[in-house]
């Protein structure tokens, strides 16, 4: 089966809220999934951003939504790289926590204070919530010159959340006080536009359900692994329909995640390598720079040629709910190929949508603005459908095909054991360790030994070398 915009296949299975979806609702209640319809903006560059109004008198803001973290953060003091900041003072609702919150990302930090207010959603849910907020009062290459978001929105798990995962997430609130389904769905609309461009593409956030008019053809789900991230097993890549031919394992090391809040496809560098070199030699350019590989450089035609006919097709293969059956999704190269920057009358250039990660597969905008992703938190699954939006001039993007056998795959590409912090970890163990041979003295010296052990928990101090460094790829 191929899926691609136009075909006129649906998704049979009903969906009801009783099993955590709805595909409609009455526009008179909480839920109105078509007002919610075009309700983001932004670019595949700086990230897909939802009007928020936060506080009483409401304060409009501007919020980067987010699958790869868990704390909903706003701009709390003014900075030259953000037009709006949520300004306490001004609110009567606003509740300081005086909790200290830190976030590290690879690159970029900031520091606030949480605190809880009101927020509604213009083209969300009705009605107004109570909701955990970090006030962002410091930040290093967090906002970015020509941004038009003033926070950011993590609607990850959480086991994610910062500073320890008893902080209730924004989606978390949602679902508990609006009584929504434990879903939400998510498409970006950015498929061959310029990459940080005007800021005005569009995508739609959908709060509790699935939104028909959003996709073509059917939803295909992959079980999600571990609630932290949206982890998923990915079981082969792809290029020009060859093989890799790469242990699957490589594929999830050290994790597989879905990620909007990063804005190209993440590869581990075995895999990156493997991929670079498969599409070169599918491409029809020889000796082509290897900065463009890396990102160090862009590559530009004549405008009146169109470079993606000289690329292959990238597909990646995703375990399916049943673990006997795979599916892939596939983008073609007009989503990986990027247009970036025009020089003069002449000449388009482009980007590589793809770069290496040193410790995660990341399936961002890249391959996210091919598709309507479902995170179906209540059944513990990601779905993908073909978005009808990733269009290049008139003609479809990306494809879903399925199901296929996963006889020729590990019966499991995962590692057992996740390590959500390395280095906790090591230390954890390395204490454990020492505590079984302070045991074993006792033991011998035939006293009743104490339990020894060794609990780190959420509040110890982040920095640098911990998961939170992994928090966001940009």
């Not at 089966?1 to 209640?29: F, I, K, Y």
Request: glycine share 8%.
């Amino acid at each position: 089966v191929v899926l691609r915009p136009g075909s006129s296949s649906r998704q049979e299975d009903p969906l009801s809220s009783a099993d955590g979806l709805a595909l409609a609702s009455d526009p008179e209640g909480t839920l109105n999934f078509l007002a919610m319809v075009e309700n983001l903006q932004g670019d595949a560059g700086r990230g897909y951003y939802l009007e928020m109004l936060i506080g009483t008198p409401p304060q409009a803001l501007n919020i980067l939504v987010d699958t790869g973290s868990s704390n909903f953060a706003v701009a709390g003091v003014p900075d030259p790289d953000v037009t709006s900041y949520f300004n306490t003072e001004l609110s009567s609702t606003y509740k300081s926590q005086g909790i200290d919150v830190t976030v590290k990302y690879s690159q970029g930090s900031w520091t606030g204070v949480l605190g809880t207010d009101v927020i509604t959603i213009p083209k969300g849910i009705y009605g107004s919530y109570t909701i955990n907020i970090a006030t962002i009062l410091e930040s290093e290459n967090f906002f970015l010159p020509g941004v038009k978001w003033h926070g950011i929105l993590g609607l990850a798990y959480d086991a994610l959340a910062k500073p320890s995962s008893s902080v209730e997430t924004f989606f978390d609130s949602l679902v508990r006080q609006a009584k929504i389904p434990n879903i939400f769905s998510l498409q970006m609309c950015g498929a061959g536009l310029p990459v940080s461009g005007s800021g005005t593409n569009g995508g739609s956030l959908v709060l509790g359900g699935i939104e028909p008019s959003l996709y073509l053809g059917n939803i295909w789900y992959t079980p999600i692994k571990e609630e932290w991230y949206y982890q998923v097993e990915i079981l082969k890549l792809e290029v020009g329909g060859q093989n890799l031919e790469l242990d699957c394992r490589e594929y999830n090391a050290d994790k597989a995640i879905v990620d909007s809040g990063t804005t190209l496809l993440r590869l581990p560098q075995k895999v990156f390598s493997a991929v670079v070199q498969a599409i070169a030699r599918a491409s029809l350019i020889q000796e082509f720079s290897s900065g463009f590989w890396t990102g160090s450089q862009l590559a530009c035609w004549d405008k009146t040629e169109k470079p993606w006919s000289l690329f292959p097709k990238l597909s990646i293969y995703l375990r399916d709910e049943n673990a006997s059956r795979s599916f892939r999704i596939s983008i073609l190269p007009q989503l990986y190929i990027q247009p970036i920057l025009e020089i003069g009358d002449n000449l388009q250039c482009y980007r590589f949508g793809i770069s290496s990660s040193t410790n995660a597969l990341v399936i961002g905008a890249t391959v996210m603005e091919g598709f309507y992703v479902i995170f179906d938190r209540a059944q513990r699954r990601v779905g993908f459908a073909v978005s009808p939006c990733a269009e290049v001039d008139g003609s479809p993007v990306s494809e879903i095909e399925g199901p296929f056998t996963t006889a020729d795959v590990a019966s499991n590409c995962v590692s057992s054991v996740s390590f959500h912090e390395p280095v906790l970890w090591i230390a954890s163990y390395a204490l454990m360790s020492l505590c079984g041979i302070i045991l074993l003295v006792l033991i011998i010296l035939l006293l009743i030994p104490p339990r020894c052990q060794h609990r780190y928990t959420d509040n110890d101090v982040v920095n640098d070398e911990s998961s939170l460094v992994r928090h966001r790829w940009k």
